[in-house]
């Protein structure tokens, strides 16, 4: 396993971890600028903050600095009530993966979503089947044209506290038998071996408790696992969305799950990704950053 003890050369930062600090929208580009400010070399950052940059000026940013990304938030929500709000998905799914290719990310995150209209506490339908369906079917035809531009889709399963409203994608397992069934060349652990077109991006705050989990990432293998995330699962969680943990401070072990993500071929980033709102939102951005660096350094 790497040693990540004297330096943060494998930290990413998802802008999500510094983006609302003390109830106040922090620019893109002034985490960009911080991130550089102490060595970061890698962000990922979410497609709402890049269009209010603008997309030519984050890129060229990024480039100033020397910057890349460890993945780009994201993609996704493909169920729908009608068959136009299936295509809008489709449309909007095309116009995510030309914005990671023009910032050279390494692979588009997709939070697949689920019923449609829950969020707002209305869903369209409550067939979790259907929309597990309208899931495979919207990847799969997202699959063809990422392909064709050479951008990998990686699935982010999400906790199944989220399987209504966000994701009905909920574990490794799943995830990963929509990639073997869309993608089935199959994950390759061999040295040269180029990432997968679809994958999966493992975030440690949905999958920590899954009695699988070591058997499903050393299936992954090193071309599946595209992204890597962590943070830490506070015990009692105040709030399921945006009480995730500084990592350190809840229960995961962390260091146990990266050697089984290393073990299975990973050489990534660890991509911090943290949302707070009655805690790490309410630090300064600096703060918060130099904390990561920290944290990266002693228990990840």
Same mark, same amino acid.
């Given at each position: 396993?790497?040693?990540?003890?004297? =330096?943060?050369? #494998?930290? &990413?930062?998802?802008?999500?971890?510094?983006? !609302?600090? &003390?109830?106040?929208?922090?620019?893109?580009? *002034?985490?960009?600028?911080?991130?550089?400010?102490?060595?970061?070399?890698?962000?990922?950052?979410?497609?709402?903050?890049?269009?209010?940059?603008?997309?030519?000026?984050?890129?060229?940013?990024?480039?100033?600095?020397?910057?890349?990304?460890?993945?780009?938030?994201?993609?996704?929500?493909?169920?729908?009530?009608?068959?136009?709000?299936? !295509?809008?998905?489709?449309? =909007?799914?095309?116009?995510?993966?030309?914005?990671?290719?023009?910032?050279?990310?390494?692979?588009?995150?997709?939070?697949?979503?689920?019923?449609?209209?829950?969020?707002?506490?209305?869903?369209?339908?409550?067939?979790?089947?259907?929309?597990?369906?309208?899931?495979?079917?919207?990847?799969?035809?997202?699959?063809?044209?990422?392909?064709?531009?050479?951008?990998?889709?990686?699935?982010?399963?999400?906790?199944?506290?989220?399987?209504?409203?966000?994701?009905?994608?909920?574990?490794?397992?799943?995830?990963? /038998?929509?990639?073997?069934?869309?993608?089935?060349?199959?994950?390759?652990?061999?040295? +040269?071996?180029?990432?997968?077109?679809?994958?999966?991006? $493992?975030?440690?705050?949905?999958? #920590? %408790? /899954?009695?699988?989990?070591?058997?499903?990432?050393? *299936?992954?293998?090193? *071309?599946? $696992? $595209?992204?890597?995330?962590?943070? /830490? %699962?506070?015990?009692?969680?105040?709030?399921?969305?945006?009480?995730?943990?500084?990592?350190?401070?809840?229960?995961?072990?962390? !260091? !146990?799950?990266?050697?089984?993500?290393?073990?299975?071929?990973?050489? +990534?980033?660890?991509?911090?990704?943290?949302? &707070?709102?009655?805690? #790490? #939102?309410? *630090?300064?951005?600096?703060?918060?950053?130099?904390?990561?660096?920290?944290?990266?350094?002693?228990?990840?």
């Amino acid at each position: 396993m790497r040693d990540f003890s004297q =330096d943060h050369d #494998w930290l &990413s930062i998802n802008t999500a971890t510094v983006r !609302k600090q &003390s109830g106040q929208e922090t620019p893109l580009g *002034r985490i960009i600028d911080q991130c550089a400010a102490r060595g970061i070399r890698a962000i990922s950052p979410w497609r709402d903050q890049v269009a209010a940059a603008g997309l030519g000026r984050v890129a060229r940013q990024l480039k100033a600095h020397g910057i890349g990304l460890s993945g780009y938030c994201r993609g996704g929500f493909f169920p729908a009530a009608d068959a136009a709000g299936l !295509k809008a998905a489709l449309d =909007d799914n095309r116009r995510a993966i030309d914005e990671a290719k023009t910032l050279e990310a390494p692979c588009l995150v997709l939070v697949v979503g689920a019923l449609p209209g829950a969020l707002d506490g209305k869903p369209a339908y409550k067939d979790l089947s259907r929309a597990r369906g309208e899931v495979r079917d919207g990847i799969a035809a997202s699959l063809a044209y990422a392909r064709e531009v050479g951008m990998p889709l990686a699935i982010e399963p999400l906790h199944p506290m989220q399987a209504a409203d966000r994701a009905c994608v909920n574990t490794l397992e799943q995830a990963l /038998d929509l990639c073997d069934e869309l993608d089935p060349q199959g994950p390759d652990n061999g040295s +040269g071996a180029q990432p997968a077109a679809l994958g999966v991006a $493992l975030d440690i705050y949905h999958v #920590w %408790w /899954d009695p699988k989990l070591e058997q499903q990432i050393a *299936r992954a293998g090193r *071309r599946r $696992l $595209l992204a890597y995330h962590v943070c /830490d %699962w506070l015990a009692p969680t105040r709030d399921l969305l945006s009480d995730r943990g500084m990592m350190g401070d809840g229960v995961v072990e962390l !260091k !146990k799950i990266r050697g089984w993500v290393e073990a299975a071929g990973f050489a +990534g980033f660890s991509e911090v990704e943290i949302f &707070s709102q009655l805690d #790490w #939102w309410q *630090r300064p951005g600096d703060e918060v950053l130099d904390t990561c660096i920290a944290r990266h350094r002693s228990v990840v």
